[in-house]
């Protein structure tokens, strides 16, 4: 069975750093794409950054330059680097398989002012 687990959420003052980290377990094979996304208070869910199989990269324009989504050093896993954090990043963040149609158990992520 594959699940998709996340690690890496905490607390943190603005201007502080994050890293997420999200391992898709129970694959056979490599994953091509997969993406973060996170539900903040009030809002819905919504992307945060994603990797496709051919090697585009996509961010959500409140995080450029800040939030920087890669794959991990061990198989099948993705990185989420947060830098230069703000309050306005609070939230619930999420791992998704998209070719799986799966969603990680989500992480909670704090940036305090």
């Known amino acids: 069975q594959v699940q998709l687990v996340e690690s890496g959420g905490g607390s943190v003052q603005a201007g502080g750093s994050l890293r997420l980290s999200c391992a898709a377990t129970?694959?056979?094979?490599?994953?091509?794409?997969m993406g973060w996304y996170r539900q903040t208070p009030g809002k819905q869910r919504e992307l945060v950054a994603t990797f496709t199989g051919t090697g585009n990269i996509n961010y959500a324009d409140s995080v450029k330059g800040r939030f920087t989504i890669s794959r991990g050093s061990a198989r099948n896993t993705v990185v989420l680097q947060m830098d230069s954090l703000k309050v306005e990043d609070t939230g619930v963040y999420y791992c998704r398989l998209p070719t799986r149609g799966l969603w990680g158990q989500g992480t909670l992520v704090t940036v305090s002012s």
């Open positions: 129970g694959l056979s094979v490599g994953i091509s794409a």
